[in-house]
């Protein structure tokens, strides 16, 4: 077989390359690269190892269960969260909106809320539940024009 399945693996069972998980009977943090199954040994200093072929197995199997672990950006790295707009009304809606990661305590009050967004698709995703929950106007990009 020519084809590398990894990247093809990640996405069966639900995840990104290079987003964090645990799993259920292990207590450790994994990762997908392009190229294979990596252990976090020191979570969160990033000493990456390759996993065990008997890891990779249990999850292929079914045999566990994954536990996603929320994305945290690094210092001075933008990530999406929720804002305000005031559109030609003067009516302020809650909005997706790009924020730079500084390590301060709204980031951090974000974060904790999971609030916190790799990208602006995630964010407006969440947006339209937590809008809905909380009974508040809210708007997504495409609606930016009124």
């Known amino acids: 077989m020519s084809k590398n399945l990894i990247p093809a693996v990640a996405e069966m069972l639900g995840l990104k390359l290079r987003e964090k998980f645990m ?5 450790e943090v994994y990762f ?11 979570y969160p200093q990033n000493i990456p190892l390759l ?6 197995e249990t999850l292929i199997k079914g045999e566990c269960d ?4 929320p994305w945290l950006p690094n210092r001075d790295e933008d ?9 030609k009304s003067s009516k302020l809606k809650w909005i997706a909106t790009r924020m730079t990661w500084n390590g301060e305590p709204d980031d951090y009050a974000a974060y904790k809320a999971g609030w916190v967004f790799a990208t602006q698709d995630d964010a407006e995703k969440a947006l339209s539940n937590v809008a809905k929950e909380l009974k508040t106007p809210y708007i997504l990009r495409g609606q930016l024009n009124g």
């Open 23 to 27: 799993i259920d009977r292990y207590d």
């Open 32 to 42: 997908f690269t392009e190229e294979n199954l990596e252990v976090n040994k020191a």
């Open 66 to 69: 994954i536990i996603k672990i």
């Open 51 to 56: 996993a065990s072929a008997d890891v990779l």
């Open 79 to 87: 990530y999406w969260t929720f804002g305000l707009y005031c559109d």
